[in-house]
């Protein structure tokens, strides 16, 4: 088993391309590129898997200079975890793997959100939302109370953490969600943590209790106003055409769980479009599935049928012709004769 990244990449000093360089400069362009057998890759690994999910392709004794600002840093872990904890895997372990909603970033940042709450004099209604995150099992199912909540109370607290960068007329990358769980978790009184617009200096904890009261204040009135919450509503998962001026042909409102930091990595409009498991049998057999259809054309059945199924988390067996001659699975042949 291997991966090897393929491409052409440049060789580039320590911080080449974080900023905007002089393109006058000569020095600064590429001058060399990295030698394809450095390019970053794995054969046979002692762990006995190989995995990718936009993590960090190297580690520190690599001998090229790689940066991106956005590695992933969750959906990785989850799956490295999984498949170090199993020997026998089958079908169905990968069927799930896929499909897993685990949120990891809240795992391991909302116990100590919780954690801060404990000595806080809350209202009936932020009792009842306190309890409910308690009982949440860090899974984004399209059932559950638990993952709207918070994803709003993760959103209002991002935000007062980094409030020093909304600046008018200048666009400042935030830093993520990671080094934000760290930063509040472990340096809880950093200068970061105070909010600019008040003359009190806040921590941590501070922007905890500061962003709950908001959160639970927004859910109170939205469910005085349209009654009980429920996430499968507000998420709106939709499939659309890709010209998006043609709502017609497009899908809206999929009942489908995931978030960006689970494996299965759905938000509105984006995510794990193909599932794939193929088992390297003689010959080999394979499972998918996409949201979509097999026909182009709006007006055919088989334009979108693949949606429900997909949302679903269930799977097609694929057919992999081996011999021309058996067409018995096809439903529909198309040449295509150039003019001579």
Do not use: C
């Amino acid at each position: 088993i291997s991966l090897w990244i393929q491409g052409k990449f440049p060789s580039k000093w320590k911080g080449q391309g974080k900023f905007v360089m002089d393109g006058t400069n000569p020095e600064h362009d590429w001058q060399s590129f990295i030698p394809q057998q450095y390019n970053a890759h794995t054969k046979n690994p002692e762990r006995g898997f190989v995995s990718s999910a936009n993590q960090h392709p190297v580690d520190a004794s690599y001998p090229f200079y790689v940066f991106n600002d956005g590695y992933e840093a969750y959906r990785n872990r989850v799956i490295n975890t999984f498949l170090s904890s199993n020997e026998n895997i089958t079908i169905d372990d990968f069927k799930g793997l896929q499909n897993n909603n685990y949120n990891l970033l809240a795992a391991e940042m909302l116990p100590t959100m919780l954690q801060v709450l404990e000595n806080e004099e809350l209202s009936a209604y932020e009792v009842k939302f306190l309890n409910i995150m308690k009982q949440w099992n860090f899974h984004h199912d399209i059932d559950k109370e638990g993952p709207g909540r918070w994803s709003s109370w993760w959103n209002r607290l991002y935000n007062l953490t980094w409030d020093e960068f909304k600046v008018d007329d200048l666009k400042l990358d935030r830093p993520f969600d990671y080094q934000t769980t760290y930063m509040l978790r472990f340096k809880g009184d950093d200068d970061f943590m105070d909010i600019i617009e008040t003359p009190e200096i806040e921590t941590a904890k501070d922007l905890i209790v500061i962003s709950f009261k908001e959160t639970a204040k927004a859910f109170e009135d939205w469910e005085a106003n349209n009654g009980t919450y429920k996430w499968n509503n507000e998420k709106g998962v939709f499939v659309g055409h890709l010209l998006q001026a043609l709502p017609a042909f497009s899908r809206f409102n999929i009942a489908i769980g995931g978030d960006s930091n689970a494996v299965n990595a759905v938000s509105k409009n984006h995510g794990p479009s193909w599932r794939m498991i193929v088992e390297l049998t003689s010959p080999p057999t394979a499972l998918g599935i996409y949201p979509g259809g097999q026909s182009g054309n709006p007006g055919s059945k088989y334009y979108d049928n693949f949606i429900d199924d997909w949302s679903k988390g269930n799977y097609y067996n694929l057919l992999f012709i081996q011999d021309p001659n058996k067409t018995e699975n096809i439903i529909a042949t198309q040449f295509l004769i150039p003019a001579k």
